[in-house]
């Protein structure tokens, strides 16, 4: 059975910092990853999707990488603003049309 | 960029009441997943629809609960008889393919008193 899980728990930096969120799964055998945001009492806002045959995508200050063989992702913030302040979550695809088995997600908050 | 429409936003219901949650899937998507968030944890899959029926489904998504889509737009959770432990966030997502990106709803936060 996949296992998600994301480190930090929560993260508390000064606005500008680069930061990494790290995520880890059980079962290399995915199809895709995907890094959420959601902030509180809300929805989540999809960051971007990595498929298993990718190294890394990349969407603005956002930089995401897999490395499926050991079971890790990362998610690269550059230069971070109070209103990246949320709870980042990683969601990994075991298989085609399969349901996506999140993480517990990290807390970000960035202190102006 | 497209939505996913969730209605109601929030729900109250008495233990023992039917509920039902309507979902709009983005309209060429194939793919509907349902999803609950009890406070404070991981976001938990319920069950997955596709070509008008269920294709896969957790160990929460008992008898209890249903899905339709009744019609060309809307996909609804049906929850038959509620308890306490079902008071969450629900959330509906659709995805255009077997590999694609999945877009989340806003979510309905069901309490249930």
């Known amino acids: 059975k996949q296992e998600v899980t994301q480190i930090p728990a929560a993260l508390s930096v000064p606005e500008g910092e680069n930061l990494v969120l790290n995520c880890s799964f059980t079962?290399?055998?995915?199809?895709?990853l995907q890094w959420f945001r959601q902030d509180p009492g809300k929805g989540l806002t999809s960051l971007l999707l990595?498929?298993?045959?990718?190294r890394e995508q990349t969407s603005g200050r956002l930089n995401a990488s897999l490395d499926k063989s050991s079971g890790r992702s990362t998610l690269y913030i550059a230069a971070s603003q109070p209103g990246d302040s949320a709870t980042y979550l990683c969601?990994?695809?075991?298989?085609?049309?399969?349901?996506?088995?999140f993480g517990p997600g990290t807390r970000l908050s960035v202190l102006p | 960029e497209p939505e996913v429409t969730q209605t109601p936003s929030h729900q109250v219901t008495q233990m023992g009441q039917e509920v039902i949650l309507r979902c709009v899937p983005i309209?060429?998507?194939?793919?509907f997943y349902w999803y609950r968030q009890i406070l404070g944890q991981k976001v938990e899959f319920l069950v997955s629809?596709?070509?008008?029926?269920?294709?896969?489904k957790s160990e929460i998504f008992d008898d209890q609960f249903s899905v339709e889509r009744p019609d060309g737009s809307n996909f609804t959770l049906k929850i038959r008889s509620t308890k306490l432990e079902d008071s969450a966030m629900y959330f509906c997502?659709?995805?255009?393919?077997?590999?694609?990106?999945?877009?989340f709803g806003s979510g309905t936060q069901l309490s249930v008193l």
């Open positions: 997502a659709s995805s255009s393919s077997g590999l694609g990106r999945f877009y």
């Open positions: 079962d290399s055998a995915i199809y895709n």
């Open positions: 990595i498929q298993s045959s990718q």
């Open positions: 969601a990994v695809r075991p298989g085609y049309g399969q349901n996506f088995v």
């Open positions: 309209s060429n998507h194939l793919y």
């Open positions: 629809f596709y070509n008008n029926e269920i294709s896969e």
